[in-house]
């Protein structure tokens, strides 16, 4: 499908020029109800990673993430993204809440759903247009999701429902998708098979930043690890920075 005013797509197929969009977090320090969330956080990151956020309950994890999407404001610190100072949610930033924060008995369709992707682009002016259904037709058949676009959200199985947020995520054209516990309540394959689209979703130049409980499959699933404790206690590659000495500092205590 084609428009009659073509607009070219962002993100889609691997292009090289989202290799070189890097998000970066300089002193980030956070409250939550005037009591110190998070201090002292401080990595960088280029799209075509992902990113394993790792720490006890309480740790700050749920809250940094909102601050990178801009639904929480920081003290102080920085964040910046493709050398600007993002001081709000960016289009290019799509947040992917815990499955238990969402009303699946919302009665919305699937389609519905990664439609919602778009609004983001579309501002207060521009109505929805062919080369929107487009982009939204492309997500749909990216997560599979073809065959159940005219399903009601509350009937999906939970594998179905994170593959429907990651569509609308991609209709959404975002760089950097950032997801809180996607694997929890996730069988085996579901969680195999969702982190292989983890996979084709970097290897397509996507910066990935996910909250993860699960410590037996860090390795497997992500290429870098951030364990905090309120603050940072180390960023870097999972076969290098995920040792016992560092999960210890970050779980001996909360």
């Known amino acids: 499908m084609t428009s009659a005013n073509p607009k070219k797509h962002v993100c889609w197929g691997g292009g090289n020029h989202t290799h070189h969009h890097r998000l970066e977090v300089r002193d980030l320090r956070v409250s939550y109800r005037e009591v110190l969330a998070l201090h002292d956080i ?5 799209c075509g990673r992902s990113i394993a956020l790792i720490g006890p309950n309480g740790a700050g994890k749920s809250t940094l993430l ?49 439609e919602m992707g ?10 929805y247009s062919r080369h929107d259904a487009d982009i939204v037709q492309r997500a749909l058949t990216a997560m599979d999701l073809m065959d159940l676009q005219d399903r009601q959200i509350s009937a999906l199985s939970g594998g179905q429902q994170q593959r429907t947020f990651l569509a609308r995520a991609l209709a959404q054209e975002a760089h950097v998708l950032l997801l809180d516990e996607p694997f ?3 069988d085996k394959p579901a969680q195999e098979n969702l982190s292989r ?3 084709e979703l970097t290897a397509e130049g996507r910066l990935l930043i996910a909250s993860h409980h699960d410590l037996q499959t860090v390795t497997g699933f992500f290429d870098d690890v951030l364990l905090i404790k309120r603050t940072q206690i180390i960023f870097g590659e ?12 970050a779980y001996g205590s909360v």
């Open 197 to 199: 689209l983890f996979r």
């Open 184 to 186: 929890t309540g996730l």
């Open 238 to 249: 999972v076969a290098t920075a995920f040792t016992p000495e560092n999960i210890g500092r």
């Open 118 to 127: 778009r609004y983001p682009n579309l501002g207060w002016w521009r109505s």
């Open 66 to 114: 909102k601050t990178l999407a801009g639904l929480m404001q920081a003290d102080s610190g920085s964040i910046i993204w493709r050398g600007e100072p993002l001081t709000r949610s960016s289009h290019e930033i799509a947040y992917l809440p815990q499955r238990g924060d969402v009303d699946w008995n919302f009665p919305i369709t699937v389609r519905g759903l990664v």
């Open 42 to 46: 401080n990595f960088a990151s280029d």
